[in-house]
């Protein structure tokens, strides 16, 4: 029954996904369906996107109404709805205004440019280098490939966007020595996602903006993957007592519908003039309308509680499961619902094997583990994927 529909997959999209051998049809809050009606406990949530779990019913709605409302107009004319969401996420941050694009990579687009153009206007040319980090993601554009600190990810596409300088994540001395009267920005995620789930400490996030203020560097947060209450407020930066001159988001913030937003301050948005940039779909009344009512629910405090409270219990669990299997865990870190898992070889024999029990869970940097659920996770699904860890790291071999 779902052979054909791989099959024809592997015959008529390009083959740049590595996909698991399951056919989604049907998601509801944590739970997903295949097409055998199996379920599944997703730990996954599209890589960080359903945070509100899968069609929530007044996300639906909202969604439902718009489309028989209004759905696409053009960036030549005002909508309410995309207005409306950039006050609210102005009310809810740093920022004061707002860029929408649909999607992470052309979010940070938009801030590259936006630093390029801001120190350009300010200073003249060759000031135009970004200093961002190893291990990084920012998306898969040409830009934001030059700027991912993977060469898996850049490989076969050079030659690169000029003017990216890689340092070590989490080390304050590199980006000093980086530093230099060329550079216009810095590029960090609070914690790196794709990276592995390193978690960057509160200290160097006060040194990193203190640099940046001395110097005039823009300091870029990539919060494409924590924003949204993920980390267990609803931006990863208020838990470093910082804030960033631009801020991207994306994954999240429409709770599946595509939509991304680059976030600045005043002085910083000011580089953007007519006709600096713009984007087709960036915005549209569809989509803003959804994650209006995405940004109302993820901000409630009792919500962002209950993130901070699943995120240390389903932590505890994991340090406890790792006590038991300590030849096979390396380590367990992370903050709210972005939990990660270090093993102490590749993990996909164990992703493979919480598929088949029913539990969808991610591996990344090939040796961690990440979890990302939706944030509406009950803890009795964090007890049974931990029972069902349990039983997997007992037969698995590093
Ligand atoms: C996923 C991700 C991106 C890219 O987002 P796309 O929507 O896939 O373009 C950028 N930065 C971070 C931190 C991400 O996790």
Redesign the pocket.
């Known amino acids: 029954m779902t052979q054909p529909v791989m099959d024809l997959c592997d015959q008529v999209i390009c083959s740049t996904y590595a996909r698991y051998p399951v056919v989604l049809e049907r998601g509801q809050g944590s739970r997903l369906w295949d097409a055998y009606g199996k379920e599944y406990v997703d730990f996954v949530a599209g890589?960080?996107v359903c945070n509100l779990g899968h069609c929530h019913p007044e996300v639906t709605e909202v969604i439902c109404r718009q489309a028989q409302t209004l759905v696409h107009v053009s960036n030549l004319y005002y909508t309410r709805p995309q207005v409306a969401l950039a006050d609210a996420l102005r009310r809810h941050s740093f920022a004061d205004r707002v860029f929408f694009a649909?999607?992470?990579?052309?979010?940070?687009e938009a801030a590259i440019k936006l630093a390029r153009k801001y120190s350009r206007d300010k200073y003249g040319p060759g000031r135009f280098h970004v200093i961002t980090m190893e291990n990084?993601?920012?998306?898969?554009?040409l830009a934001?490939l030059s700027a991912?600190g993977q060469e898996k990810v850049q490989k076969g596409f050079e030659p690169l966007v000029e003017g990216f300088l890689f340092v070590p994540y989490n080390d304050i001395e590199a980006v000093r020595r980086a530093m230099s009267s060329e550079v216009c920005a810095v590029l960090v995620?609070p914690i790196?996602?794709?990276g592995g789930v390193r978690v960057g400490d509160a200290g160097y996030f006060q040194e990193l903006r203190a640099l940046c203020t001395e110097r005039d560097v823009l300091l870029i947060f990539?919060?494409?993957?924590?924003g949204m209450g993920r980390t267990g407020t609803l931006f990863a930066y208020e838990q470093l007592d910082v804030t960033p001159d631009v801020m991207?988001l994306?994954?999240a913030l429409g709770n599946g519908l595509?939509i991304?937003a680059m976030l600045a301050t005043e002085q910083a948005a000011q580089a953007f003039t007519l006709g600096s940039h713009a984007s087709t779909f960036g915005g549209t009344p569809l989509v803003t309308a959804a994650a209006g009512k995405v940004l109302e629910l993820l901000s409630q405090p009792s919500f962002l509680a209950s993130v901070r409270e699943k995120g240390q219990y389903f932590l505890e669990r994991l340090r406890d499961l790792q006590s038991r299997h300590a030849e096979k865990v390396r380590d367990v870190r992370g903050r709210g619902l972005i939990v990660g898992m270090e093993l102490a070889g590749p993990g996909k024999a164990i992703v493979d094997q919480c598929l088949s029990k029913g539990f969808l869970i991610n591996c990344t940097h090939e040796t961690v583990l990440r979890f990302v659920p939706p944030l509406v996770i009950g803890k009795d699904d964090i007890d049974r994927l931990i029972d069902v860890l349990d039983g997997v790291l007992k037969e698995w071999t590093p």
């Open positions: 890589i960080a649909n999607s992470g990579a052309e979010a940070n990084s993601f920012h998306g898969r554009t934001t991912t995620e790196q996602g794709e990539d919060e494409v993957q924590v991207t994306a994954k595509p991304g």
